[in-house]
């Protein structure tokens, strides 16, 4: 360091005896926690030389889950899983539940062969049920979807959904679906919606229905997070929270760029990690979670942005006359674009529960989402098996739900859902139930809280070929990239399959391993899932399987 160099080294880093390599992980979400447990369990590295940073208090990212009974419990979103995670499921083989009964894995395929998703109500209107409603496409707009499916994504470049498709289009029960399902809006990128077409292909048969999709037994914090925290823990991994990565100190040798320096805040102090040769350095850039903010039953949350956290200000700074590492202004520029509002009610009284599977004929756990689609906001909400958190009281029940249009004024409250309380949230949403008559009492006993969330769709925001890293930058040698925003084709963002694939490709790719994550599963060379695909597009199923009740 020189003389007029702020950063000091830092003294948990700078001068320990040491014989291998070590690593060091930005972020402390899913991305690196799956990263750490692969360089441990197929890289053969002692989990005391890795180090895990996060600006926070709190591991897991946007896998996240607290509160209490009390103060009422969040989310801030719920991630549904799929038999073809495949990267999920291998990384979770390894891990043992916190009771240490069986694998994570284990324990989530015998959860889902229970409670197996099957939605009685995937729509709602009306104070009607929609069984299995047909997805009401006609010829061409089914045309329009395999010609999307097979245009390549050069030819799509920074193309939106809207541009591929009629206005008809966007007022089919299978866009409904389809948008408040993985949250698309018309004006999201082409090339994310054609890989998710592709990449759910075998999940279309049973769309209307959530058929296939797969949840945890609890929210996916104490599922997931805590037994993968846990693992990494008893192996000695290190966690250095509150500490927020400013830059890295790049270094160019032989024409490689090397990371040679990770510079750190924290404690009120400023200080640099040194990167020595055999160290490796994997960076989360971006969060689609970060600036988020809770509200409560009686305040509605503030809208944030990009500078209120560590992750976009890092990727700013690296990409800066740095094309290899990406181009973050195109996830961040638009954020009425990007954002959406979710809540997460807590009841002390489970009455409106038997309510809402009297109106579905789901019960909790069992129908997935449910959809207003009379909704100004496109709101919806989701059952979740109780308890939802570990350690809930039998006698509180939780559910959480979300709207997509959050700037648009409310159908029983005259507001923006943006600029609503958990209140009058709960309000709007008791409305499309039809149980308006009821709010005063259901309400008395609720504890709803949103949360905005102002990148929480960023990665679905239009984008040309390169506004993504690659998980290894052209040109670099001990840096990947991890997380939701580096690029890997085939694969689709906001999954945690995406984070999880992202850290096992990293970590084979800078150790040099000869092996390479599990193929992502393309079910459209299957001529069964195409198949069904084509019955389901057609609405040619059986009469009894559509309807209304």
């Known amino acids: ?53 996060d600006e926070g208090t709190l591991l897991g990212g946007s896998l996240d889950g607290g509160g209490s009974a009390a103060e009422g419990y969040s989310l801030r979103g719920g991630r549904m899983l799929e038999s073809k995670y495949l990267c999920t499921f291998d990384l979770f083989s390894s891990v043992p539940t916190l009771d240490g009964d069986k694998t994570v894995t284990k324990e989530i395929f015998d959860w889902n062969a229970t409670m197996k998703t099957s939605s009685h109500s995937r729509l709602f209107s009306g104070g009607q049920r929609h069984v299995a409603p047909e997805f009401g496409l006609t010829g061409h707009q089914i045309r329009g979807l395999e010609r999307l499916a097979i245009t390549p994504e050069a030819i799509l470049d920074r193309s939106t ?78 966690f250095r929270m509150n500490t927020t990565v400013t830059d890295l100190r790049l270094a160019e040798e032989d024409g490689i760029t090397v990371v040679r320096g990770i510079r750190i805040e924290g404690g009120g102090k400023t200080s640099e990690i040194r990167i020595d040769t055999d160290d490796y350095v994997m960076l989360t850039l971006g969060s689609m979670t970060e600036g988020s903010s809770l509200g ?60 809402i599977r009297d109106a579905t004929g789901n019960v909790p756990g069992e129908g997935g989402l449910i959809t207003f689609t009379e909704s100004s906001w496109l709101a919806s909400i989701v059952i979740p098996s109780q308890p939802h958190f570990l350690g809930q009281p039998d006698d509180v029940a939780v ?3 979300y709207g997509l249009s959050v700037d648009a004024i409310g159908d029983f409250v005259r507001k923006p859902m943006s600029d609503c309380t958990g ?97 992502v599963y393309k079910g459209v060379f299957d001529p069964r899932v195409l198949f069904r695909a084509f019955v389901a597009l057609h609405d040619l199923a059986t009469i009894g399987d559509h309807g209304t009740s």
């Not at 003389?3 to 992980?25: I, K, M």
């Not at 360089?39 to 989990?47: A, P, Q, Y």
């Not at 809208?303 to 890092?314: I, P, Q, S």
Request: hydrophobic share 45%.
């Open 161 to 238: 959904i809207a541009d591929q498709f009629d206005d008809a289009f966007f007022k089919t029960n299978f866009w409904m679906m389809w948008c408040t399902t993985f949250a698309f809006q018309p004006w999201h990128s082409a090339v994310e919606f054609k890989r998710y077409l592709l990449r759910f292909a075998h999940m279309v048969g049973g769309f209307n229905r959530l058929e296939g999709i797969m949840r945890t037994p609890l929210n996916q914090y104490d599922s997931m997070v805590r037994p993968l925290h846990a693992w990494l823990v008893a192996r000695g991994v290190q």
């Open 1 to 53: 360091m020189t003389a007029t160099d702020p950063f000091q080294d830092d003294p948990d880093t700078a001068s320990v005896p040491r014989d291998e390599g070590r690593a060091f992980l930005v972020g402390g979400g899913i991305a690196s926690l799956a990263a750490a447990l692969f360089l441990i369990r197929d890289g053969d590295m002692r989990g005391t030389d890795i180090t895990i940073i």
């Open 423 to 519: 209140r009058e949230i709960m309000t709007e949403i008791l409305g499309h139930l039809g149980l308006s008559a009821k709010a005063e009492a259901i309400l008395a006993s609720a504890i709803c809280i949103p949360c905005m969330m102002p990148f929480i769709t960023s990665q679905f925001m239009p984008r040309r070929h390169g506004d993504r890293s690659d998980v290894i930058p052209a040109g670099t040698a001990n840096l990947a990239i991890i997380g939701q925003y580096c690029e890997m084709p085939d694969d689709c963002v906001f999954t945690v399959e995406y984070s999880v694939r992202s850290a096992q490709t990293a970590v084979y790719g800078l150790l040099g391993l000869r092996r390479s994550p599990p193929a």
């Open 399 to 401: 559910f959480w739900g």
């Open 296 to 355: 409560s039953m009686d305040a509605p949350p503030e809208l944030h942005g990009a500078g209120m956290g560590g992750a976009w200000k890092l990727w700013a700074r690296l990409a800066k006359d740095r094309p290899e590492f990406g181009q973050p202004a195109a996830f961040t520029e638009d954020v009425d674009r990007s954002k959406w509002v979710s809540f997460t009610t807590t009841l002390h009284d489970a009455a409106l529960l038997t309510l």
